[in-house]
């Protein structure tokens, strides 16, 4: 991760206030399987919320801090690819499939394939119990006050804002791997369309926001991303900005 710079998401942020961090599906079934836990086929073999402490302090010397990089990123933007993944920390989709794969054995992460026409379409990963438990325990969160939909992998896979989620999403992670090659270049700030909204409220309704700096030169920015489905006239709408000052405070008085 050397070159990358910092990322201060919600998870880094002290002076931030941040809901428990959400888990994953985790039903089970068979490692091989594409599609999201509880469907038709599944096996025995993922336990879910069980032994949770436990679990956790057996996995968690064999995790890395990159390990831990993604559960934080998992925990604030919900949804990555294996590609955006790789690019975030990896020298390549092989070694990022590699660890991937075992953490989500681990049930550190879970993950889904989305269904497409054509060629399969590639893993999406979300945190499993296990990260969940982990970003609590950072954040020092008891088990149990952390917030667990048993319905997550479904919901991103069934949900229509699923693209525009990993779009975004792949923005961000190319910034940061664009970063981890240019020396002097780092992504400061990302902050997810949720925080965003916690922070500002209907004074501006950005998908996110965030921070690039290059040498001493530093440049704070909102972005809408759109999949050229949205109106010219909804998009102008949504960057209506009153007063805000994009170095993360806002004022609705036009100040």
Known sequence: MSGQGPVRTASSNSASVRAAPSGAATTARSKSSTVPAGSPGSVPGR????????????????????????????????????????????????????RLSELYTLDILDRFRPKAWGNPSPFHWVLGPLG????????????????WRRSLVHDLAASQRLAHLVGLNGFFCSLLGSARTRPGCRLDEWWSERRCAR???????????????????????????????ERLERLAGTGHVRGVDVRGFASADGA
């Open 132 to 147: 969940a438990a982990l970003v609590g325990a950072e954040a020092g969160l008891d088990f149990g006050d952390l917030s």
């Open 47 to 98: 336990r879910g919320w069980r032994d949770l402490d436990a679990r956790l302090l057996g996995v968690v010397g064999r995790l890395t801090e990159r390990d831990r990089l993604i559960c934080r990123l998992l925990d604030d933007h919900r949804v990555l690819t294996t590609a955006q993944v790789a690019e975030v920390g990896f020298s390549g989709e092989r070694r990022a499939r590699m």
């Open 199 to 229: 922070e500002w409220g209907e004074v501006v309704r950005p998908d996110g926001y965030g921070i690039w700096t290059e040498a001493d030169t530093s440049l704070p920015f909102l972005l809408e991303y759109d999949n050229g489905t």
